[in-house]
Structure formats: structure tokens, C-alpha cells
């Protein structure tokens, strides 16, 4: 498999080229330069979920990685979830099931990428005597993620930005009580957005990433989205579903990389009708779809706060789909969108994308009424932004077509909203914040790349 940028200036990477730099040196995404076609009734007869994993991963990385030691690194990751099973399922209404992805070390479905990558690059950094310094900026959830999986590696750093007072104290706690020489927990006096921006500009400044062996795992970085493909397939295969029945998903979405791997599964070959981009206020992606405008505006803060983004990064992917692969095209509404904060398709393309993709915003009020009512009428409980995905689901599933809906993470890490809501404390919630004890440990910035240039500079090693 080779790779390309969105944008034209890089083609015919190997997929470990692309795992290394995470961003383009034009400022472009990497891509596949084709789809691989799954046969998917083949893969109904696989039920174990590291085995789905590397069926559906391999494709993608080729002859880089041999067969069985993908097969080694894959079966460790997974090995690292708690429940017997990898993912479960909780159906609430007949057709109406959550999907949980929250079994992991960290409580969100970013462990499923996190927990994979760094053994990944491990495997490469062993091969070669190398160390590497990664660079993440997250809006709560890929960052505990990320430290977490790094944590155990001898071969990696991991300076992880996180926008002030705008994640959970869980989230927080997470972060910054993982004691490590290789961890350092950067808090920016800014957005997500900004904090995304420090880490865009230090990766495009290709003379300082190489020098201080720089890479980046948000989630722009093709890898995340090749290894979130897979839960797609497994809710299908284990859901016992009859060949007639329409299938969506509904998916809370912030950055666009959850639903853009479902994106991929139906141009592998998942028998899926619509993707459902549940959004909160930051509403950029349900304003493109009402309207064909794609339009920057300022971040509203929420209480799911792993979606507060301006700009959905992996978004750029499915417009270079839209605009037929077309680097010159996909490079001129990027500009257009760097100069104007704005860009539109045509009507044409607008109506491309809602042949898979439909959108729903949900207010805070409603996140707040769903989980309360769901907690009455079901005794579960929901963290916010799942609760996204069943009020999108909902509103838009008028036919009783079969909806899943991503449980994106464990309500422990939004206990404040949840307990707000539930109107009660939640049973595990010292239990849970127990595993965080340590004092809490992190730097704390302005919002300017400079200081964190001079951490990396600092602590770097090679
Ligand atoms: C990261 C995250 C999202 C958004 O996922 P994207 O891939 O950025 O669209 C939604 N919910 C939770 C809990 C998250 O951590």
C-alpha cells in the first residue's frame, strides 16, 4: 500500500513513512492511494476481535511489518482491556444499541488507537536503535491515551499539550498524575485549536522535527483512523443482523476521525447506509451539511468537551474523496479556508455527501434530559458526548432502521456532568479517581509554540 498527501506535495510513501511525520510537508493528510476490498462475509466468520484487527489492518501496512509479528503487536494491545470482551453492546430500544469502546486503560476509544500505535512505533524504533519524541495536542481523551501507552515504552517521549480549563478533572488527573521521565503534560492558555495549531507548525517545520526526531499522534495521523475501522466491522459481524435491514451509525464528532474510519469501512465493503455525525455546539461539520458551506466560528465551550473544535482536521480527507481526488482542488479550498475561513461546494458535491453522511446537533440541555431520562427509563448511564449519538440517532431515525451509536467514553470521565444530570453521585466514582492519586505534575503555558519548542529542546532524546 502507498500513500499520498491531500494536497499533491508527497506520493508514494510506505505506511511507516507516514506513521513517522503524521502531517504532510505541504500541510496535507495522508491517504491511501486506493481502498482494499474486504470480503466481508468471509470476515462474519472471524469472531475474535484481534483477529477481525489484523484482517482489516494489514492491507494497509503491507510488507512492513510481517503478518505474524503485526499478529503479536495486535493480540498484546487488545490483551491490555479490561472486560472479557473488547467492546460490548447495550441495547437500549429494540434498534437502538450503544456501542461501548470505553473497556480500555483509559476509559474512551482512543485507547483502541493508542494502545496499538506505540507498540508500532516500538517495534520500529527497536529495529533501528532510535528514540522518538512525540508530540499530541488533545482535547482530553487522546492525551490520557496516549500517556498511558507511552508509559510503558523505553524507546518514547511524549509532550502532550492540553487547552486550560476546558478538559475534565478526570481527564485532567489522567494526564498529569502518570509520573515518568518520558511524560510531560503541557497545559496551553487556549483551545484545543490552539493547541492543535503549536503542534501543526512545529510539524511542518520539517529542520526541527528532524532534528529533535519529532512525530505526532493526533488525530490526523492515518493510523489512528486505519486502527478505528475495525470496531465498525466487529459491531456488525457480532449483532446478528439479517441482510435486509438498514444499518446506521450514529457517531459523536469532534475532529472527524471516528466517522471518517466508518467512511472507510463502507469503501472496504461495510454494509452500512448512513453515518450520522452527532455534533454539540461546535457545529461546523452540520452547518456544512445544511448548507454546503464549510465556515469557521469561534469554540463554544460544553459539557462534552472532547468535541469543543473549530476545525474538523480529518475532514480534508473526505473533501479530497469529494473533489475526485483532485490535489490542486483540495489545496485551493484549503487556502480558501486559511484566507476567508471559509470555503463552499457545489450543490452537486453538497448532495455526494449526504448520499452516506447526515448531521444533528444537540444543545447542552438536551445532552443533560437525555442522559437523566436514559439513567429513569433505563437505569444506564451515559457520559455526554454518547449521549450525542443516541439524541442524533434519535431525531433522525423516523424509519426504525437498525442505529448504532459509538459510546465514545466511560461517564466516570465527565462525572460532573453526569452526576448533575443522574441528580446522584455515581457508585465507582472514588474508586476510579483513587487510580489517580498522585500529585499532579505538568507545565503551564501561554499560547505560543516558543515555550513548548523549549521543552522539546530541553528533553528530547534520540
Ligand atoms: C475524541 C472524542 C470524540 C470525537 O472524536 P473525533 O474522532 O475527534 O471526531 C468524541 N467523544 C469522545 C469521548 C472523544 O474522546
Given at each position: 500500500m502507498k500513500y499520498l498527501s491531500t494536497r499533491g506535495g508527497e506520493k508514494d510513501l510506505t505506511f511507516k513513512d507516514i506513521l513517522f511525520s503524521g502531517l504532510a510537508s505541504d500541510g496535507g493528510l495522508y491517504v491511501p492511494d486506493e481502498w482494499p476490498q474486504i470480503d466481508y462475509n468471509a470476515l462474519k466468520k472471524i469472531d475474535s476481535y484481534s483477529e477481525l484487527a489484523l484482517e482489516i489492518i494489514y492491507p494497509f501496512i503491507g510488507e512492513d511489518i510481517k503478518k505474524s509479528e503485526l499478529k503479536s503487536l495486535i493480540d498484546n494491545a487488545y490483551a491490555k482491556f479490561s472486560k472479557s470482551k473488547i467492546i460490548t453492546f447495550k441495547n437500549l430500544k429494540q434498534r437502538e444499541h450503544i456501542v461501548e469502546l470505553f473497556n480500555g486503560p483509559t476509559l474512551a476509544f482512543k485507547d483502541f488507537a493508542m494502545q496499538l500505535i506505540v507498540p508500532i512505533f516500538d517495534y520500529y524504533l527497536l529495529q533501528e536503535n532510535k528514540k522518538l519524541n512525540l508530540i499530541v495536542a488533545t482535547s482530553g481523551d487522546t492525551g490520557s491515551a496516549a500517556i498511558n501507552a507511552v508509559h510503558q515504552s523505553s524507546k518514547i517521549n511524549i509532550f502532550c499539550l492540553f487547552p486550560k480549563g476546558r478538559i475534565s478533572d478526570f481527564q485532567k488527573k489522567q494526564m498529569t498524575t502518570v509520573h515518568g521521565d518520558n511524560i510531560f503534560p503541557i497545559e496551553v492558555d487556549g483551545t484545543f485549536d490552539d493547541c492543535q495549531n503549536i503542534v501543526k507548525s512545529i510539524l511542518v517545520d520539517r529542520d526541527f522535527s528532524e532534528?529533535?526526531?519529532?512525530?505526532?499522534?493526533?488525530?490526523?495521523?492515518?493510523?489512528?483512523?486505519?486502527?478505528?475501522?475495525?470496531?465498525?466491522?466487529?459491531?456488525?459481524?457480532?449483532?446478528?443482523?439479517?441482510?435486509?435491514?438498514?444499518?446506521?451509525?450514529?457517531?459523536?464528532?469532534?475532529?472527524?476521525?471516528?466517522?471518517?474510519?466508518?467512511?472507510?469501512?463502507?469503501?472496504?465493503?461495510?454494509?452500512?447506509?448512513?453515518?450520522?455525525?452527532?455534533?454539540?455546539?461546535?457545529?461546523?461539520?452540520?452547518?456544512?451539511?445544511?448548507?454546503?458551506?464549510?465556515?469557521?466560528?469561534?469554540?463554544?465551550?460544553?459539557?462534552?468537551?472532547?468535541?469543543?473544535?473549530?476545525?474538523?482536521?480529518?475532514?480534508?480527507?473526505?473533501?479530497?474523496?469529494?473533489?475526485?481526488?483532485?490535489?490542486?482542488?483540495?489545496?485551493e479550498k484549503m487556502n480558501e479556508l486559511k484566507n476567508n475561513r471559509s470555503f463552499s461546494v457545489t450543490k452537486e458535491q453538497s448532495n455526494l455527501v449526504k448520499k452516506t453522511f447526515s448531521s444533528r446537533k444537540i444543545n447542552q440541555n438536551e445532552v443533560n434530559d437525555l442522559i437523566k431520562e436514559t439513567y429513569k427509563e433505563f437505569n444506564y448511564i451515559m457520559d455526554p458526548h454518547t449521549a450525542i449519538g443516541l439524541g442524533a440517532s434519535r431525531v433522525l431515525n423516523e424509519r426504525g432502521d437498525n442505529n448504532f451509536i459509538l459510546g465514545t467514553a466511560h461517564p466516570i470521565k465527565f462525572s460532573d456532568t453526569v452526576e448533575k444530570a443522574i441528580g446522584h453521585p455515581m457508585q465507582s466514582t472514588n474508586e476510579f479517581f483513587e487510580m489517580y492519586k498522585n500529585e499532579e505534575k505538568f507545565y503551564s503555558f501561554m499560547n505560543s509554540a516558543e515555550e513548548v519548542r523549549k521543552v522539546i529542546k530541553d528533553n528530547y532524546s534520540k
Open positions: 532534528e529533535f526526531s519529532i512525530a505526532a499522534v493526533n488525530s490526523i495521523n492515518w493510523s489512528r483512523v486505519m486502527i478505528q475501522i475495525v470496531y465498525y466491522f466487529y459491531t456488525l459481524i457480532n449483532n446478528n443482523i439479517s441482510e435486509d435491514e438498514i444499518i446506521n451509525f450514529s457517531v459523536p464528532t469532534g475532529n472527524f476521525g471516528d466517522i471518517y474510519a466508518g467512511y472507510v469501512g463502507i469503501k472496504m465493503g461495510l454494509p452500512v447506509n448512513k453515518l450520522i455525525i452527532a455534533t454539540n455546539e461546535n457545529d461546523i461539520l452540520d452547518r456544512f451539511i445544511n448548507s454546503g458551506s464549510y465556515s469557521i466560528e469561534g469554540v463554544t465551550k460544553t459539557t462534552s468537551p472532547s468535541m469543543d473544535i473549530a476545525i474538523a482536521s480529518n475532514f480534508e480527507r473526505l473533501l479530497f474523496d469529494l473533489l475526485q481526488r483532485s490535489s490542486v482542488m483540495t489545496s
